[in-house]
């Protein structure tokens, strides 16, 4: 028989909680497996770039920190669309987590590159359109977690709208070296890599997505509890058996 | 030959030297030591920039994601800290004789 609660619930629980435990440590498994072989792969396997030396070797990292976060620009999108259509809180859950790890993983991007761009080409910044965009994508989810915390009732729909613009500015972002003419290095680097430099750049993208999956799957655990947690001190609160206010 | 030092030398019109002169010049071994060790100086300082740059970037990279991490684990803790004080209130208010025509426990919002 299904609940409210399991209505509610609906998108951590459409799998059985077994499968999503094993999918879950699968993947904890390949993380920890990719995370432990990545780091001797980039610096003593890969050969050195005859023109970058060294600096090349963040490109393994901030690549990866930039997959992970155009993946959870598209879990915020699912998020905030599915919220939008089904009003369902748990849709909502599955947002929120989306956009604050695109703000961790974009952090981890916006300050890499920049330290990669100071070594090769001089300046920590250029106003170009790779760089602009990403840095507004940024910004938008930096928005949405501001709207969340301070926007009052009814933030969860205009978020929600700003997270669909976020997923609509990304196809931009990932497609702006190609589209213009910029001085960030074209999307087509990663595939026209040398075997063993291409062998530490899908390694770490491995890492990076698969730490993504385990941290998003914690987070949308975490904002769904603290949901119920709201709904049950509400209650308590009305029973008159809790006096702490309804925020947890 | 070193062909730093060749370079640096042959480059014949800045010391109007003829090319032979030049290649006469790149030929003495203190020539070509004082351009290897120009040149070495110069790709340490290189690497050494890039090392820089290359610890910084990864360090902020970890620090971020762990940072990241801890506050996850730190608001799941206080979650179950709010679950258990809400457990624990619920058990007491089971617990407590009920009151007549009373359909809640009393409590201090009551």
């Keep these: ?248 | 030959m070193n062909s730093g030092a060749v370079d640096q030398v042959s480059n014949a019109s800045v010391y109007s030297l003829s090319p032979e002169e030049a290649q006469a010049v790149a030929n003495d071994p203190q020539v070509q030591d004082a351009v290897r060790a120009q040149i070495q100086a110069e790709e340490y300082a290189r690497f050494q920039r890039a090392q820089h740059g290359v610890v910084l970037a990864y360090s902020i990279i970890w620090v971020v994601l762990v940072a990241f991490v801890l506050m996850l684990l730190r608001s799941q803790r206080r979650l179950r800290a709010k679950l258990a004080d809400l457990e624990r209130r619920l058990r007491k208010a089971e617990e407590a004789p009920a009151t007549p025509g009373r359909t809640a426990p009393a409590g201090p919002n009551a």
């Design chain 1, 1 to 248: 028989m299904t609940t409210e609660r399991e209505t509610m619930s609906a998108p951590s629980n459409r799998l059985p909680t077994t499968v999503v435990a094993v999918l879950l440590a699968v993947v904890g498994i390949v993380a920890i497996a990719a995370y432990a072989v990545s780091p001797t792969l980039v610096f003593y396997h890969a050969r050195l770039e005859r023109e970058l030396g060294l600096s090349q070797k963040i490109f393994y990292f901030h690549v990866g920190c930039a997959w992970s976060m155009f993946i959870a620009v598209g879990v915020a999108a699912i998020g905030s669309l599915q919220f939008l259509r089904t009003r369902e809180r748990a849709w909502d859950d599955v947002a929120l987590s989306g956009a604050q790890l695109v703000v961790v993983f974009g952090i981890a991007v916006l300050t890499s590159g920049p330290i990669w761009g100071k070594l090769a080409w001089g300046t920590f910044w250029v106003w170009d359109a790779r760089l602009t965009s990403t840095l507004l994508l940024f910004l938008t989810f930096v928005a949405y977690g501001l709207l969340r915390r301070f926007g009052g009732p009814g933030a969860d729909r205009l978020s929600a709208g700003l997270g669909l613009f976020g997923a609509g500015v990304s196809p931009f972002v990932f497609t702006a070296v190609n589209l213009w003419r910029t001085q960030h290095p074209k999307n087509s680097v990663a595939v026209t890599l040398p075997p063993d430099m291409a062998l530490a750049f899908w390694i770490s993208v491995l890492a990076f997505v698969c730490l993504l999956v385990l941290v998003c799957a914690a987070r949308i655990g975490t904002a769904h509890a603290e949901s119920e947690l709201d709904d049950l001190v509400l209650r308590a609160t009305d029973l008159g058996l809790y006096d702490d206010g309804a925020s947890v």
